[in-house]
Structure formats: C-alpha cells, structure tokens
C-alpha cells in the first residue's frame, strides 16, 4: 500500500507533518486494539520518515502492473444518489 | 403448581415454576416451567390474543430449546394467524405488558420490519409513541441521505435511543451519508456494527460490493440494480478489468481489442485521465512485445512521451529483468532525468539526480560483466557523443555523479563497494574522495588504513588508524588494527635492520591491553627475542626462548613460533626448523601446530610448516583428535590445504564435523576442499556450505565458498535449498574416511541435474536474484561451441590419461591458474575468454 496514502499525507509533507500524521493514525488504530492496521501504519512511516527513503519511494515507487482503474481518482467512478426506492427495494428482499 | 395449572390459575402456576426453576435448576423443573408457560400461552389463543401467544412462544422456544417438542403442538396454532404489524406492535400499548413479551416484540421488529413509513404511520400505535416518531425520523434521515449530501446533524438522531430496536437503522443511515461521502473507512465501521440480524443488515453486501470490498459476492437482483444505478457498476471499470484481463493472457490480439472500448469510456467518463491511460497501456503493450504501430490505433493516438511516461516504461523495463531490457531501462531513466528537470519536477543538481544515478548503478550491477562492457566499448565507438550523453552505462561515473550532487556515506559507500570488487585501487581512490569530503566517516579511514596495510605503509596505516581512534576507539576494527600495525612496523623494522626503532615498537605493543590476551604474550616474547638476536644478546635471546616455551607449554610450538616471527623479520639465522625428536613432543605437534597457526591468523603473521612437520602431525592426528578445540581444528585443516595433504584435511574435516552445528558449514567448506579431486562433491560441499554459512550470517564464510567455486561455469546452476544443504551436511558427517574405488563417497547426482534457475524457482529457495545467468553463454558469441566438454579432456583419452590430465589441472589450479588457461598452455593457444576467471 503507499504509505502516502496510509498516513493521509501529501508527497512532498514535512517531517514534522509526517509524525503528527502518524501518531495521529496510531491513536486512531493503537496496537492493542487494531494490531494489524497498527503493522500497516508503522510500516508505512518507517517508508517515509528518513528522508533518502521518502524521495527515493517518490521516484521509484510506482506499479506498472497495477490494475488500471487504480489510474483513476475516485470521482471518475461517481455514486449518483439515486432516493430511498432502490435502497428499499434491497430491503424487502426484491 | 400441577393443581394450580388445572385450576386455571396459570398466572400463579408460572411465577411458581419460575421461582423453583431459579432454585433448583434441573430438567424436571424446567419440564415443569415450560408447561406452565404452554397453559399460559393456550390461555392467550383463548382471549385472541395471539401475538402475545406467539412472542411468548418466541421466547420460550429461544430459552429452552429443549422444549420445542412439547410445545410442538402449540406452533401451527400460533404461527397459522399472519402477523400484521399493526398486530405486532398493538401490546407495546399496553404499560403492564410483560418485560419478555416487550423483549420478543422488539426482537421481531429489528429483525422484520423493513418499511418505516408504514411504521412510522401504524395507527396502532399512538401517534407520539417513541417508535413511531423514530420510525418517521429514520425514513426521513435515509430518504435525506439516499438523495443528496447530508449534514452531521441530519445524522444526530435523538430520537433513536442505542436501546431502540430500530437503532441499526441509524447505523445504516450513517453508513450510507458516509458511502456518499466517500469516507469508505467510516462506511466500513458503520456496517461492521449493524446487527446481523437486523434487518437493515440486507443492504451489508450490496454497500460492500460498491465499495469493491466484495466485488464478486454473490448479490441479490435488487442489489445488483441498486450497485449499477448508483456506480453505473462503471462502464469504464468492466472496461479497465477487461483490458487488465486481456494483459494477463498475454494474447495480443485480445489486448488489442480490450483497448477501444477502455479508450472510450475513460474519454467519456473521465478525459482528463485520457494520456494517463494511454501511457500505462503504451508500456504495458511495449512490454508485451506489441508494435506501437499497432497500438497507436485502438488508443486514439500516440502517448505522450513526457517524464511520467519515461519513468512508468523504465520502471517497466527493469522488472523484466532481461539484460537488454535492462540496459534500455538504464537509458530511460537517464531521460526521465533530462524530462522530469525540464518539467520541473527536480533541480538537475539535487539529491533526486543523485537518487537517480545510483539507481542507474545499481541496474548496470544487474548485469553480466562481460555484457556490460561490450555495450560500454561499442557505445564509445559507435558514438562521437562524449561525456554526460553515455554516463547511463558506467557505474564509475554514475557513482560519482551520485557523490557530487550528494555526498551521504550511503552513496559514497556503494561506490565503494562497487570499486572494491573491480580489479585495480578503485576502492582505496574511492576512500580518498570520501575521506577528503567527509574527514569523519570511519569507513573509508578504515578502508585506506587496510589499503594501506596491505601493501606495506604501516605508518601511513598508524596515521590513518590514529584518526580511527579519535573517531571511534571502541570500534571492533579499531582496536585489533594498533596491536597488528604496531607489530607489522616492529618486523618491517627489524628486516629493515633497526633494532632501536622495533624496541620503541615492542614498548608501545607492551602498553597494549589487546597484547595480554590469550597467546598474545607469546608473539610479544618471540618479538623480542628476534630484536635481541638482531642486537647480538644471545643471553637474552636463550632467556626469551624458554619464555616463549613457558608461554606456549610446548617446544615444538615456541620454535614454530620464534621460526615464524623471525622469517617475518628476515632473520634467516634464527627462523631454521630442526625436526621433532622428542616422542612426547610429536605426540603433541598437532596440537602445537595448531596453536601457533592460530596465533600466527590473528597477528597476521605467514607461517611455513616444515614437510616433515606435517607428515608428523598427519601422523599423530588421530591420537589427538578429540583434545583440539574447533579454532585449533580450523587452523590446522588450512594448512593441510594449504600443504595440499588432501587426507589430513579429510580427517581434520570429520572431527570438526562431529562438533555441532555451530561450526559444522566451516567443517563443510573444510570437506570442499578436501575433496578437490572429485569435483562434484567439491562443488556441492562449497555450495551447502555458502547456504548453511548465509543460514548462519556468516559472510566471510560464504564469500570463502563463494571463491571455491568461482570459474566451474559447469556447475554455476547448481544452488542448494536449506534443506537439500542440510541433507549434504548429514552425509558428509556420515562419511567419516576418504572415498576409495572400493568405498565410493556420497554422490549428488541429482542436486547437480535438476535445479531450476527461474526467477520464480530461485526466490521459492530463498536465493539472491541471478537471473542472467541464463543467457552468458548466448552473450558470449566467442566462446566456442563445444564448450561443454568439460575442461577440454579430448573424447576417447584413455582412462590413465584422463586421471594424469585430472591431476594436472588440480596442479594448475592450486598454482591460481584456470582450467582453461592450463588448457590453453597446453595446446599452445591463447585462453579462450571467459566471463570470470578462477581466482584461488
């Protein structure tokens, strides 16, 4: 996963942005309570927290092989708010 | 309880059996309880009052399964009257309704009730009744969030308490303001806590398949409609799955037809993401092997070929792992260089660059040597471009390049490292601009103090050493090198033939704590008695020897020692070993010899053991096996290789085998070279070894199994598994004495035959990556055809001859020289040239 994204940062965050989304992510998710999405979080900031490692995954990390709607943001992929019928239709176990 | 029952006082009969069931709590009680509440829900059927017939049997049936079959009766009864929710909820008006009939109504409204609006208009109920005002609350919250943005304080919901059977309902309204949100976490949370039971939990999958969580769970029509109403199920993501499949089988006309209708939807959906896409499919079709030509169609016109396309082909390119594609990649990425600082991604001169080039170094490091620089000799000539515009192929100015635009120890230590391994001082030069740039780094202190040291400026190794120290004293390199230099100095003083200046040596040597340990007083000793010769005290000299004997507890070792320490100093007088004469004393030469090797390793000292000596101590070998310790073992099995004793070594190898896993991959490389004569074995040895020896993170030791088996391109593809070393170990222990005709060793046959090389197959064994082995051959268009005759032997040779050749080129190959090379002297033809020549 890119640890950007995990952290909820921008590519070019300062050090300081990068620990406070950190640790802001791990009290969201402390290791007790959350462990797995506690490993995501600590290997994502160990990604990005020494400089030379964050430069180098902005250069090199990126997938070709990735499945190609991941190119796509999500507004390219909209969800139209179609009222409560269909939502209800679901419900009555049409 | 019975007599209250029959008398129609069924309310009483119930609150009795409750109370001895609370007592006793044993199958006749409860038979007795549910009874009473079977007379008690007969007696509701009797009023028409069926809904409170029908929770109670609820209720009684949940808590007491065991009373399904006598109440079995009473079901078709109860469940044959439909349940209209005005009937459902009707006894909720009712202030004394029981708290388990309470308990059963709200139970069947989370689990059936799915119209709101029907509830929240049940006249049944009064008008302000808390349902009915959370049931209108929540049809208007889910009507709000299913039809447009809604706030946090649409959401508040008061009126729906946790203990309210409609609270999943808020929680579904949450998760679907959060859906719409896009804050797909929240959503997540929300639908994890809605009650499986409850009804809203029928919209769980269909939230969970947009949200592409489950995008393949099996979804009821009406959910289905409601995915592709609300995503459009996206047109443009079945066309990018269709076109990802297509990829994956590899089938080019499929990828071409995939493409259109992808290009089409991401032009209509999405156009500003439109090069995106036809960059990622460019690549992705170059990498396929697909003429662009071809692709240009379907895409709607060519890709735009800016940095973001140079980098994603390059990025490409390496993950082939072709050598070709490899070098390619090298060469784009020195573009998306050029491009990415003409967008204005990065200075031309900033730590990207730097990035950049190292990256590009640590690509051509990919690649065979000999590929390698074909491609840098016909690129100069093919070329008048000079300078920067091939940089792309030579590691050395890329690390330079790295180094200029970034001087961090990480970059100057790969180039470093990367010179170390070419022939010639790369590394000492290297060092030196380190060590001008960066005066504090230890590293290239150190690798200029050994540089050095090995070829004999010891106080240029001292200066260096003595900036070690003020760096990091402590370091585990630091303090063994001041023991060492000083006594390299204090020999290259005595050859040089100043005694005055070795004592000064032998003076600072004695302040030394490192010089008091273990046989370390010893070597000081017989340091002294050489300068004492030196200075003509022969008094002194016969003083020093019986301290060198009472130091080591051995004649034999303090001769051996003293022999060594004065050939070192070149003083030929004193370094003449008699022979051994004393039968106690050759019993105990092993060990002796074994002692000073070890001493003679750590002060770097060279020790010659006379023949004689070592027919002696191969002799007495067997007797002493069990008293040497596996240091001492070590020391003595390289001398036999050293002295070419092949058996010697052999049973030096059996005992350090028989002395625990600890030490058994050094034992193993021991047997490798015991075992020169028969080749596979020698091979398959070295390699279990490396394997056991990497187990162990004992670098030194596979790159010593690493040398062993450098050059036998016959046996390059052979690599072992943990597991197959493991087998290799076993029966080299098992092994004990030297294979003979009559007692044939272990054979490895098959480790030798069937060990795939694929990438894949390599990394499933755990192995670093050498995926071009593959194609040397190929690439090396002047190596003869027949080249897999082995080491030339010609066909039809007569056994005898072939055993005479076999031990010539084991001859050729203890002197350093390559079998190809003693091949090719012998027919009188320059060697052929090989990728690698055998080093020993």
């Known amino acids: 996963m890119d640890p950007f994204q995990v952290l909820g940062i921008a590519q070019d965050a300062t050090d300081e942005q990068i620990r406070a989304a950190y640790l802001l992510r791990v009290r969201e998710h402390p290791p007790d309570r959350a462990p797995e999405q506690f490993e995501t979080i600590r290997d994502a900031y160990e990604a990005v927290r020494d400089p030379r490692r964050r430069l180098r995954h902005r250069l090199f990390a990126i997938d070709h092989g990735a499945p190609l709607a991941s190119l796509f943001a999500p507004e390219a992929h909209p969800r139209r708010f179609v009222g409560p019928d269909p939502w209800l239709d679901v419900l009555k176990g049409k | ?840």
């Open chain 2, 1 to 840: 309880m019975r007599q209250l029952i029959a008398s129609g006082d069924h309310k009483a009969a119930l609150e009795q059996a409750k109370d001895l069931h609370k007592v006793s709590g044993t199958l006749a009680s409860e038979a007795l309880l549910v009874d009473a509440y079977a007379e008690r829900i007969r007696a509701l059927l009797r009023r028409n009052l069926t809904i409170e017939a029908q929770s109670l049997l609820d209720m009684v049936r949940q808590r007491y399964p065991a009373s399904r079959v006598r109440l079995a009766e009473l079901t078709p009864r109860v469940e044959a009257k439909p349940l209209s929710l005005d009937d459902l909820v009707r006894p909720l008006n009712d202030p004394d309704l029981a708290a388990e009939q309470r308990t059963a109504i709200d139970r069947r409204l989370r689990q059936e009730v799915w119209d709101l609006k029907a509830l929240a208009h049940c006249d049944a109920l009064a008008l302000d009744h808390e349902l009915r005002k959370a049931a209108a609350a929540l049809e208007r919250a889910l009507v709000a969030v299913t039809s447009g943005p809604v706030t946090d304080d649409a959401l508040a919901l008061p009126e729906v308490s946790r203990r309210s059977p409609l609270a999943p309902w808020k929680l579904l309204a949450r998760a679907i303001a959060s859906f719409y949100r896009r804050d797909d976490d929240a959503c997540r949370r929300y639908l994890e806590a809605i009650d499986s039971e409850s009804a809203p939990t029928r919209l769980v999958p269909a939230i969970k398949a947009m949200l592409a969580d489950d995008a393949h769970a099996p979804l009821t029509p009406a959910a289905a409609a409601l995915g592709a109403r609300i995503t459009s199920a996206s047109t443009l993501r079945r066309a990018l799955e269709a076109l990802d499949e297509a990829f994956a089988s590899a089938s080019k006309n499929r990828i071409l037809k995939a493409i259109r209708p992808a290009v089409d939807q991401c032009q209509q959906v999405s156009p500003e993401q439109l090069d995106s896409l036809r960059q990622h499919v460019s690549v992705r079709c170059a990498l396929a092997v697909i003429d662009s030509q071809r692709v240009v169609g379907p895409l709607g016109g060519p890709s735009r070929h800016d940095a973001t396309f140079l980098r994603l082909f390059a990025r490409g390119l390496e993950e082939t792992r072709n050598p070709d594609q490899v070098v390619l990649a090298c060469r784009l990425w020195e573009d998306f260089r050029h491009a990415a600082v003409r967008e204005g991604w990065f200075a031309d001169n900033g730590p990207e660059a730097a990035a950049l080039a190292l990256h590009m170094a640590d690509l051509l490091n990919q690649l065979p040597n000999d590929l390698l620089r074909d491609l840098q000799w016909s690129a100069r000539a093919g070329t008048n471009e000079g300078g920067d515009k091939l940089t792309y192929l030579f590691q050395e100015e890329l690390y330079r390049r790295a180094c200029v635009l970034d001087p961090h120890p990480e970059s100057f230590s790969q180039w470093m490292e990367w010179a170390a391994r070419q022939p010639g001082n790369g590394a000492e030069r290297v060092a030196t601009a380190w060590h001008k740039i960066r005066p504090r780094d230890l590293d290239p202190i150190l690798r200029l103090m050994n540089a050095a040291e090995a070829r004999g400026a010891l106080p240029t190794a001292l200066g260096y050493l003595g900036k070690a120290e003020r760096i990091d004293s402590l370091h585990l390199q630091v303090r063994g090198a001041r023991l060492r230099l000083l006594a390299g100095n204090a020999l290259r003083h005595l050859q040089q033939k100043k005694p005055a200046l070795a004592t000064e040596d032998l003076a600072q040597l004695s302040t030394l704590p490192d010089a008091q340990q273990g046989d370390r007083p010893a070597f000081l000793a017989a340091l002294r008695l050489v300068s004492s010769a030196a200075r003509g005290e022969s008094e002194r000299v016969a003083a020093l020897r019986a301290d060198v004997e009472q130091l080591l507890g051995s004649g034999p070792a303090a001769a051996l020692l003293v022999s060594a320490v004065a050939a070192a100093a070149k003083q030929r007088a004193i370094a003449r070993l008699g022979s051994v004469e004393d039968e106690s004393e050759r019993r105990s030469l092993p060990s002796a010899v074994a002692r000073v090797a070890a001493l003679a390793a750590d002060m770097s000292l060279k020790l010659e053991i006379p023949a004689s000596w070592m027919v002696e101590v191969a002799k007495q070998f067997p007797e002493c096996r069990q008293t040497l310790d596996a240091a001492h073992l070590r020391r003595l099995g390289e001398l036999a290789v050293w002295a070419g004793m092949d058996d010697l070594a052999y049973a030096i190898s059996t005992a350090g085998l028989e002395r625990g896993e600890t030490t058994a991959a050094r034992f193993l490389l021991l047997r490798a070279n015991a075992t020169i004569k028969s080749w596979e074995r020698h091979i398959v040895c070295a390699k279990a070894a490396a394997v056991l020896g990497r187990e162990q993170q004992d670098t030194a030791l596979v790159d010593e199994a690493a040398a062993l088996v450098r050059g036998f391109f016959e046996f390059e593809h052979v690599s072992l598994t943990l597991e197959q070393a493991r087998d290799v170990l076993n029966q080299e222990k098992a092994a004990r004495e030297p294979s003979t005709k009559g007692r044939p060793g272990p054979t490895y046959a098959a480790l030798l035959a069937n060990t795939c090389q694929c990438v894949s197959c390599r990394q499933a064994r755990g192995e670093a990556d050498e995926p071009f082995d593959d194609l040397d051959v190929d690439d090396d268009e002047d190596v003869d055809d027949d080249d897999d005759s082995g080491f030339g032997i010609p066909p039809g040779m007569p056994p005898e001859l072939v055993e005479m050749f076999a031990a010539e080129i084991e001859k050729a190959v203890r002197r350093g020289e390559s079998p190809e090379e003693f091949m090719a002297r012998l027919s009188t033809l320059p060697p052929r040239r090989r990728r690698r020549k055998r080093r020993r």
